[in-house]
Nanobody, 115 residues
Framework: QVQLVESGGGLVQPGGSLGLSCAASGSFFRIDAMGWYRQAPGKGRELVARITRGSTTTYADSVKGRFTVSRDNAKNMVYLQMNSLESEDAAVYYC?????????WGKGTLVTVSS
């Protein structure tokens, strides 16, 4: 079992920056991929960024060049640095981890982009 807790959401103006963190805990041998998904009102959940244990990254086209995902394997943490935020980035951001072939999810953290 993996428990994921996100932090760092909040209100930011368009063009601003925000960093998200996610801490994994529980009983597991190893966490493989970690990442971030988001869900805006009325829309489905979509991949934002993903990083493997070996630090290979994948980004949604809409965030490439603006967002950076990173992780600390020793601390079982994953981070998302979001720059040049746009109104379309407003959503609930969910942390995801894959361990033992299973997907685990955090409860989400709200990011609001508004002036």
């Amino acid at each position: 079992q993996v428990q994921l807790v996100e932090s760092g959401g909040g209100l930011v103006q368009p063009g601003g920056s925000l960093g998200l963190s996610c801490a994994a805990s529980g009983s597991f041998f190893r966490i493989d991929a970690m990442g971030w998904y988001r869900q805006a009102p009325g829309k489905g959940r979509e991949l934002v960024a993903r990083i493997t244990r070996g630090s290979t990254t994948t980004y949604a086209d809409s965030v490439k060049g603006r967002f950076t995902v990173s992780r600390d394997n020793a601390k079982n943490m994953v981070y998302l640095q979001m720059n040049s935020l746009e109104s379309e980035d407003a959503a609930v951001y969910y942390c995801n981890a894959v361990a033992g072939g299973m997907d685990y999810w955090g409860k989400g953290t709200l990011v609001t982009v508004s002036s």
